[in-house]
């Protein structure tokens, strides 16, 4: 149990487009659900934090108008980079967090390895 | 002062050796703790999650907390080659937010 997919699991795109990463939880409803980065040896960083149905609460620092988050199941978030730029070039991890486990640990999903060139 | 501390390593134990990952945090208000494992270029994996002080076993694993002196620490016996990874604390607080260290890099030789 607690799976959690994430498709594309690699994107390459170009200076200036968009680009969806979904996360699903599989086999659990998931009242939250997290996305993380993560650059080449370095730890991860919560960029922002989602409920269903409301609005993400993002990271100092994090830009909200360009990583567009939704949350619009219990089961489904969407991240979407906006006018990517090279520097976004990141592993991008999802997390979800179980409704029914009262908060014990999050599942991750498999991650997108964005490269933006 | 970071949240959750760990030490980067790399940790370095020959195979078939015990390997002991330590991590300390500063909220008191902590409830749960977890480690993560996390392979090169792969996402996070759960372990192991401790809530009570003390000791907890699962395989070879066993995670020990102690919350009076703020730390937790996983100890991985009989380490092997694929046990090689860096190794995630992260701690649950009142908030019902995870925090993640920074990681500790454990390399087992054959």
């Known amino acids: 149990g607690a799976v959690v997919s994430q498709h594309p699991s690699w994107v390459i795109c170009k200076s200036g487009t968009s680009v969806k990463i979904e996360c699903r939880s599989l086999?659990?409803?998931?009242?939250?659900m997290f996305w993380y980065r993560q650059f080449p040896k370095q730890s991860l960083m919560l960029m922002a934090t989602?409920?269903?149905?409301?609005?993400?609460?993002?990271e100092q620092g994090v830009e909200k108008d360009k990583f567009l988050i939704n949350h619009a199941s219990l089961t489904l978030s969407t991240l979407t980079v906006t006018s990517a730029h090279p520097e976004d070039s990141s592993f991008y991890i999802c997390s979800a967090r179980d409704r029914t486990s009262g908060g014990a640990g999050q599942y991750f999903g498999p991650g997108t390895r964005l490269t933006v060139t | 002062q970071k949240e959750v501390e760990q030490n980067s390593g790399p940790l370095s134990v020959p195979e078939g050796a015990i390997a002991s990952l330590n991590c300390t945090y500063s909220d008191r208000g902590s409830q749960s703790f977890f480690w993560y494992r996390q392979y090169s270029g792969k996402s996070p994996e759960l372990i192991m999650f401790?809530?009570?002080?003390g000791d907890k076993e699962d395989g070879r694993f066993t995670a020990q907390l102690n919350k009076a002196s703020q730390y937790v620490s996983l100890l991985i016996r009989d380490s092997q080659p694929s046990d090689s990874a860096t190794y995630l604390c992260?701690?649950?607080?009142?908030?019902?937010?995870?925090?993640f260290g920074g990681g500790t890099r454990l390399m087992v030789k054959p």
């Open positions: 989602s409920n269903e149905g409301s609005k993400a609460t993002y």
């Open positions: 086999d659990f409803q998931a009242t939250t």
């Open positions: 401790i809530y009570s002080n």
């Open positions: 992260a701690v649950n607080n009142a908030g019902n937010m995870l925090t």
